[in-house]
């Protein structure tokens, strides 16, 4: 994946090789990422729901601000990544495009949850991966390997029985 650069390498931001520490590193940002996002899908959905907060995209607003605020302390404090500078009104326009999406994304998800329960939520989810893929085709034209859309046919077909 080209995002991850300091990953790329073999070495860990916190300086581990492929070794035993590398791996650990590795396992600790997984779980700890898995268990954040199930943390913050469980608060959203008590806000949204239980609560009564009626404010979705308020509280994707506020998402994208801590988002922001974390990610320029890693980078800027704690050295995690390199700083990288937008070059050109080309890039700017790209990720101000991806942002967007994102935050229609995030804002969509949130007010979902005040609708539906988490756990139906996170099957849809599952299907994520194969209509990308089905996308991706469709607006590049570049396949994915047969065994890819295979491997994705199971998933989608779970979700369509879990949902009836």
Do not use: D
Not at 80 to 102: D, E, Y
Not at 123 to 131: I, M, Q
């Amino acid at each position: 994946m080209k995002g991850i650069l300091p990953l790329q390498s073999g070495k860990s931001p916190a300086g581990g090789g492929a070794g035993a520490g590398g791996r650990l590193f590795t396992f600790g940002l997984v779980t700890s990422w898995y268990a954040s996002n199930i943390g913050v899908l469980l608060l959203n959905k008590y806000l949204l729901s239980n609560y009564g907060f009626r404010f979705p995209i308020f509280l994707t607003m506020c998402h994208m601000m801590a988002c922001s605020i974390l990610s320029y302390v890693a980078i800027a404090w704690f050295k995690l990544v390199p700083m990288q500078m937008v070059r050109s009104q080309v890039q700017f326009m790209k990720i101000t495009s991806l942002s967007a999406i994102f935050c229609a994304s995030v804002v969509s998800g949130n007010v979902s949850l005040k609708y539906l329960p988490v756990s139906f939520n996170q099957a849809v989810g599952a299907t994520t991966p194969f209509f990308t893929a089905v996308f991706a085709y469709i607006m590049t034209l570049k396949r994915e390997a047969w065994l890819t859309y295979v491997a994705l046919i199971p998933v989608v077909t779970g979700v369509i029985i879990a949902s009836g």
